[in-house]
C-alpha cells in the first residue's frame, strides 16, 4: 500500500483532471443546447403570428 | 448521447452523414481503447525497470508513461496552437481560431497532470514534492504562458479583438518557449548549488534503463495520447463552433 | 511645431529618413508628455528605490549573503517599476484619444510601435540608471562596475519594453488593463531576466567575461527576436 500510493495518486490525478475536462465539455454542450431549444422557440413564436 | 444528437443536426458540414458513421464516436471510441490499452500496459504489462531497487521508487517509475504522454500531447497541442495563430493572422479564418483555442485549452489541461504527476513522481524518487528540475520549471512556465493566454481571451469582450490578441499573444509565447528552455538548463548547469538535495547527480538520479519493453510501452503511450488529443480536438472545436452559431443566432433574433 | 510638419509631409512620407523622422516625431511626443508631469519617471524611481529598501529588510541582506541576493533584488525592483511605467504606457492613449489620432495620422503602424518602444525604453533605462548608483551604495557593491552595469540595464530594458510595449497595447483593451499586463509580460520575459541577473552578478563578482558570454548572447537573441516578432505583429494590435 505505501510503496504504491504515489502510483495510484499521479494516475488518478491523470484520470481526474481528463474527466473534469471531458465533463466541462459536456456541460458546456448542455447549456448551448438549452439555448438551441430557446433559439428554436423564439424562432417558432415569431414565425406563428403572421 | 442527446448532445451528440445536436452536433449532428447543426454540423451537417462535416463528413458524418456520408458514412452514416460519425468520425466523432468512432474516434471516441478508438481513443478510449488505446487510452485503457496504455494503463494496462503502462501498469501491468510493462516490466520493472531493472535498476531501481526500493519499491516506492520501481512504482513511481510506472508514472513516467503517462507523464511523458500528457507532455507529449502538451506540446503538440500549443505547438498546434503556434501554427493555427500564425494561419489565422494570414488568412484571417474563423477556423483557425477555433483550433488555437481549442488546441491551448486541452494542452493546458494536460499540462496540469504533467506538472502534477511530475512532482508526485518527485516525491519517492528524489524525496522532495518540488525541485528546480529544469523539465519540470519549463512546463511550469508553459502552464503559465498559456494560462496567460485564456485570461487574456476571458478579459476581451470584441471575438474578433479576442482572435487577434490570442493569435499575436501565443505567437509570442511561442517564441519565449525556446529561449526559457536554453536560458533555465544553464541556469541549473552553471549553478547546481542552488538546489538543495542532490547537486550535480540530480540530473541522473532516479533514471533507468530503457529495456524493450519499456520503450514498447512509451511508444504505445505517445500513440494513445496522440489520439486522445485529436478526439479531444475534434469535440471541442465542434463544440466552439457550435458556440459561435448560437451567439451570432442569439444577437440576431434577441437584438434587432 | 505644427507648421513644420505640414509641409514636410508630402516629402518625407517615403524612405527611411521619412520613417525614422516620423519615429522620431512620436518618441518626441512622448517625451514632451512625460516632461510636464514627470510622473511616470518620478513614480518609477521612487517605486524601485522602495523595492530596494523592502527587499533590504525582507531578506535582512548583511555582508555574507548580499553578493548573492543583490542582482535579483536589482532585477525585481527593475521589473516590477518598469511594469508600473508600461502599463501607463497606453492608457494616456487611449484615455485621450491619441491612439485614435495616431491610427489616423498617415504613418506605418510599426512606426508607432517603435516609437512607443524607444520610448519605454528610454524611461525606463533612465529611471534605472539613476537608480544603480544607490544600489551600489546601499547594497556596498564595487562602484567602477557602473557603466558595465548600466549597459546590462539598458540591454534588459530592451528586453523588457520591446514586447511589454505590445502587450501593453493589448491590456488597454480589456476589461481587466494593467492587471493583466504581468500575467502576460512575466512569463515571457523570464528568459531576459535570468540572463540580466547572470550577467549583473557575474559584473559584480567581477567573473571573466567568457564563463558569462551565452548569458549576453541569450539576451541579445531575445531582445532581437522579440523586438523584430513585436513590430511585424503590432499592426494586428491596433488595426480597428
Redesign the interface.
Known sequence: M???V??A???G??WL??F???YS??G???S??K??EL?EQ??QD?ARPE | M??KA??SQ?EKSTASAASGLSWGAVLTVTSGILMLAA?YMA?IWAPDATNLTA??E???Q??FY??VG?AWLGFLAFIVAAVASILYLVTRRDKWDIWALSSVE?GL??F??VI??GS??A??TWNVWWTWDPRLTISTICWLLYVGYLMLRGAIDNPDRQARFGAVYALLAGFSVPLNWMAIRWWRTIHPAVIAPGNNADESMGSFGMSANIQTTLLFCVIAFTVFYIT?MY??IN?EQ??RR?DT??QR??YR | MATDSIPTASTATRGFGGYARKVAAIIGKDITTELRTKEMISAMFVFSLLIIFIFNFAFDLRAENVQTLAPGVLWVAIAFAGMLGLSRSFILERDRGVLDGLLLAPVDRSAIYLGKMIGNVLFISLVEIVILPFFIILFNQPSGTLPLLAGVVFLGSLAFASVGTLFSAMAVHTRAREVLLPIMLFPVIIPAMLAAVRLTSAILDNVPFDEVSQWLALLVAFDVIFIAASFMLFEFVVEE
Request: glycine share 2%.
Open positions: 505505501g510503496d504504491t504515489y502510483l495518486a499521479a494516475y490525478v491523470f483532471v481528463s473534469i475536462f471531458i465539455l459536456v458546456r454542450q448542455r448551448l443546447q439555448d438551441v433559439l423564439l424562432a415569431e | 442527446a448532445s445536436v452536433l447543426q494503463l501498469l519499491p516506492a520501481r512504482y513511481a510506472r508514472i503517462f507523464h500528457s486541452i489541461a494536460f496540469t497532470t502534477i504527476s508526485i513522481w516525491k519517492p479531444l469535440h471541442r463544440l457550435l458556440q448560437v443566432l442569439k433574433l434577441l
